[in-house]
């Protein structure tokens, strides 16, 4: 019978130790991946036994394109690496930049595009945490999860004119300043935004299908966070303290208090 290594593109039937398992494919494109590649999966029942990932499904060729614009032009490809994070992105790519230029930022520009990319942060959250629970079955915080995400991304239609693909951060600043009103409506969201974490925490935290689906699955320990090399919130989840912005701060986090 043929093997996992030998990449078959149909479901197969397969006999191990006497256990039968199947050998199927999950993508390039499949709902619950949110990207594009593909896993060659052995299954025993619910149970994934091996994983093969096939990469290389999209490639836009963005650094290429990249090397015949100017710095300035370069900003409206870095919003479309990920649809979650464009300021980020945009973030990312001035702060290069501008240590290659030895340029220094208006204070005021630096705290807008802190706190734009802090509002970002929130928005790629929201969307893991809603449809990760989407996935599971938990469909009701998805809903919930998107209400909130659709207020930021009002802010940053207010800042840019446009919900996603910003392209307001630029080398040396922003493309222009706050609107009338944003800061207080900003304010706001933060006053209301932690009682609706305590929201998702109620409808999740001792949701049967959340538990079943997720207690004492893939269990990652501070060793394994390590060897594998995981960052960010995965692994600051498995026990490891290190966050970028506090412990080698960029773009104004040095002025913060964690």
């Known amino acids: ?11 197969v039937v ?17 709902p619950s991946t949110h990207g594009v590649l593909r896993l060659l999966l052995e299954i025993d029942g619910e149970t994934i036994v091996r994983i093969k990932p096939d990469i290389g499904f999209l490639h836009t060729g963005i650094e290429k394109t990249c090397e ?12 479309r690496i990920d649809y979650l994070c464009p300021m980020t992105n945009n973030f990312a790519y001035v702060l290069a930049v501008e240590k290659l230029l030895g340029l220094e930022i208006p204070p ?13 942060r929130i928005n790629s959250h929201l969307v893991w945490l809603g449809t990760h629970a989407m996935d599971i079955g938990a469909m009701t915080v998805f809903l ?15 800042v840019a004119g446009q919900r996603m693909m910003t392209s307001y951060f630029r080398i ?17 969201f933060a006053a209301y935004f932690p009682d609706r974490i305590e929201q998702y925490s109620d409808l999740l935290t001792n949701n049967p299908i959340w538990l079943g689906r997720t207690k004492g699955v893939a269990l990652i320990t501070k060793e394994d966070a390590v ?15 290190w ?16």
């Open 172 to 188: 040396g600043g922003v493309s222009m300043d706050l609107p009338l009103g944003f800061l207080d409506y900003i304010k706001n």
């Open 14 to 30: 397969e006999t191990i130790g006497g256990d039968r398992t199947m050998v199927l494919n999950m993508g390039p494109q499949h």
């Open 68 to 79: 015949a614009k100017f710095y300035q032009q370069v900003i409206p490809m870095t919003d």
């Open 144 to 158: 919930y999860c998107f209400r909130e995400r659709e207020e930021i991304l009002k802010m940053f239609e207010m």
């Open 1 to 11: 019978m043929p093997s996992i290594d030998q990449f078959r593109s149909e479901p």
């Open 108 to 120: 005021r520009a630096m705290w807008i595009r802190l706190m734009l990319n802090e509002l970002t």
């Open 243 to 258: 966050d970028l912005r506090r412990d080698m701060p960029y773009g104004g986090y040095d002025q913060l208090n964690f």
């Open 227 to 241: 060897e594998l090399m995981l960052s960010g919130p995965t692994a600051r989840g498995s026990g490891i303290d």
